[in-house]
């Protein structure tokens, strides 16, 4: 009854922007912490953010002041903010709860930083 979408993601040059959204139905807010995660065929899928139901935040140092989480819980919507991206941010985006829940990953949203 999970089902996540994403959305939003592109390419963009070095120091650009983008706004990821993430639909997410049969997950309820106010219970579950929310996360934003990315996946790149060298790496392993790693947290890059995370939301809680009290509305507490928590990034990796090195993405911190550049990549805010932030949701709609009226509309079941979660949001990534990323600024000043880098090359190494380029990957595949994925929404879902802190901790995830298995069999439940989205198609994910691709997010190219390239010059």
């Known amino acids: 009854q999970v089902q996540l979408v994403e959305s939003g993601g592109g390419s963009v040059q070095p120091g650009g922007s983008l706004r990821l959204s993430c639909t997410a139905s049969?997950?309820?807010?106010?219970?579950?912490?929310m996360g934003w995660y990315r996946q790149t065929p060298d790496q392993g899928r790693e947290l890059v953010a995370r939301l809680t139901p009290a509305g507490h935040t928590l990034y990796p140092t090195s993405l911190q002041g550049r990549f805010t989480i932030s949701e709609d819980k009226a509309a079941n919507t979660l949001y990534l903010q990323m600024n000043t991206l880098k090359p190494e941010d380029t990957a595949v985006y994925y929404c879902?709860?802190?901790?995830?829940?298995?069999?439940?990953w989205g198609p994910g949203t691709q997010v190219t930083v390239s010059s």
């Open positions: 049969g997950i309820d807010f106010d219970i579950n912490a």
């Open positions: 879902n709860t802190q901790p995830p829940v298995r069999g439940t």
